[in-house]
C-alpha cells in the first residue's frame, strides 16, 4: 500500500441550456454588485451572446474588458487589471477560451498584488528547484463561461507570456480557481471548429501526459482516462452535442492532472506556440508521437493505461499501438503533422528547446530530460 494525499477542490458546476439561469444566484452568493466579464474582441462584438451574459447578471455588471489577446501576453492582462481597478470590480467573469480565463485570473493577481508579472512567478532558486511565492492577498472571485474545451477552467494556475524575454510567467494562486462554472450551448457552439479542436487536442494530450507522468494516484487515473475516452470518442466529430462532452471532458482532465502535471509534449507545446504564433494543441500533437516513442521505456505502465482508455489491446511494441491509434484521430481532424507544415524554421529549433528546458512541467515527464539536445532530438523528428 503507497502512501498519497487527493484533496479534491470544490466545484460548482452547472451545464445545459439553463445554466446561465444560476449566474445571478452566484452572484448574490459572493456578494457581487460590480461584476466585469472578461473576454476577448469577437465576442464582445456578438451582442447576442454578450447579452445572454449581461441578461444572466441583472444590474449586477460594472462592464466588459474586451482586451483578451492570444496567449495572454503580460501586457494585455496588465491592461485588464487596470480595467479591473478602474470599473473597482468585486468579481470576475471569464467568458471564452484558455486565454480569457488565464488573463481574467491573472490580472486579478496582479491587481490584488499590486506588483508585476515577473515578480510574482514561479522562479528557479539557486539549486534550480522551482519557488512559487505566496501570493497572500485576497483575489477577486472567478466565475467562468467557457467556449472551447479548456483545462484553464478548473485550474490555479495562470501562465502569461512574456513578449520582452519571450518566457512564459507561471503565477500560482489556489484562490483564483472558479467558484462557478457555467456551460451553456449557446456559449460553447459559438467557438469556431478549429478553436474547439485545438482546445480539445491540448486537452487530450494533457491527459495522456498525467497519465504517463511520475506522479499521479488511482483517482486522478480514473479522471484521465475517462477523459481520454471521451475526448477519443467525441473529437473527431466536435458537433453542438460532442462539444458538451468535450468541455465534460476538459474539467475532469483539469482535475487529474493537478495530480499529474504534464511532460514534454507540453513544454514544446508551449516554447512553440508563443514563439511562432501557433494554437498550443496543434503544435503539441505534431510533437506526440515523438516524445511518446522517447518515453516509451521509462512509461510503460503509463502507456498501459492509454491503450486502455483509447480500447486498445495488445501489439509490440505498445507504443506503436497508441501512436497509430492518436494518428488516426489527428489525420481524421486534418491537423498538420509537421513542424515545418506550421511555418517552424528549421533555426529555430534550438532556441525552442533552450527554452522549454525552463519549463517547470518538465518535472513530471517519465523520462528524465539531461539537457536541451534531448528535446532537439524530438524537434528535428517532428519537424
Given amino acids: 500500500m503507497r502512501s498519497f494525499q487527493h484533496i479534491t477542490p470544490p466545484l460548482r458546476l452547472f451545464s445545459g441550456p439553463d445554466s446561465l439561469g444560476q449566474l445571478g444566484r452566484e452572484l448574490d452568493r459572493l456578494n457581487s454588485r460590480r461584476a466585469v466579464i472578461v473576454c ?5 462584438r456578438d451582442s447576442s451572446l454578450l447579452g445572454l451574459v449581461r441578461s444572466a ?25 487596470q480595467e479591473l481597478k478602474r470599473l473597482e470590480a468585486d468579481a470576475v467573469i471569464a467568458v471564452g477560451g484558455g486565454s480569457a480565463i ?19 512567478a514561479t522562479s528557479r532558486d539557486e539549486r534550480g528547484q522551482l519557488k512559487s511565492p505566496k501570493l497572500l492577498a485576497p483575489k477577486l472571485p472567478q466565475l467562468v463561461i467557457p467556449t472551447t474545451p479548456n483545462t484553464a477552467t478548473v485550474k490555479a494556475g495562470s501562465a502569461v507570456f512574456d513578449p520582452a524575454s519571450g518566457e512564459r510567467l507561471a503565477l500560482f494562486d489556489p484562490k ?8 451553456h450551448p449557446d456559449l460553447i457552439k459559438s467557438a469556431p471548429r478549429d478553436l474547439v479542436v485545438s482546445a480539445s487536442i491540448d486537452t487530450l494530450i494533457l491527459a495522456l501526459e498525467g497519465l504517463t507522468s511520475r506522479s499521479g494516484d488511482p483517482i486522478s487515473d480514473a479522471m484521465l482516462i475517462h477523459a481520454v475516452r471521451l475526448l477519443a470518442q467525441h473529437l ?40 511562432c504564433h501557433v ?10 508521437p515523438h516524445t511518446l516513442r522517447f518515453n516509451a521505456d521509462a512509461a510503460q505502465s503509463g502507456l498501459e ?23 488516426s484521430i489527428f489525420i481524421r481532424l486534418g491537423t498538420p503533422r509537421r513542424l515545418r ?26 523520462r528524465p530530460v539531461r539537457d536541451a539536445s534531448d528535446l532537439i532530438e524530438i524537434l528535428e523528428a517532428a519537424w
Fill in 102 to 120: 488565464v488573463t481574467a485570473r491573472a490580472a486579478s493577481i496582479l491587481l490584488a498584488e499590486n506588483s508585476d508579472a515577473k515578480s510574482l
Fill in 341 to 366: 507544415d506550421i511555418g517552424v524554421p528549421h533555426d529555430a529549433l534550438s532556441d525552442i528547446a533552450s527554452h522549454g528546458m525552463g519549463d517547470w512541467f518538465l518535472r513530471g515527464n517519465p
Fill in 40 to 44: 476577448g474582441s469577437s465576442l464582445a
Fill in 305 to 327: 493505461k492509454i491503450a486502455t482508455a483509447l480500447g486498445r489491446s495488445g501489439g509490440e511494441p505498445l507504443v506503436a499501438t497508441i501512436v497509430e491509434a492518436l494518428e
Fill in 57 to 81: 447578471m441583472g444590474d449586477r455588471c460594472a462592464g466588459v474588458f474586451a482586451g483578451v489577446r492570444a496567449h495572454s501576453p503580460v501586457p494585455a492582462v496588465e491592461a485588464g487589471a
Fill in 236 to 275: 473527431p466529430n466536435p458537433d453542438l452535442g460532442a462539444r458538451g462532452e468535450l468541455m465534460l471532458a476538459a474539467v475532469l482532465c483539469g482535475q487529474g492532472s493537478d495530480f499529474t502535471g504534464a511532460g514534454v509534449a507540453t513544454v514544446l507545446g508551449h516554447a512553440i506556440g508563443g514563439r
Fill in 279 to 288: 494554437e498550443n494543441g496543434i503544435a503539441k500533437a505534431i510533437v506526440l
Fill in 176 to 183: 483564483t480557481r472558479a467558484q462557478s462554472i457555467f456551460i
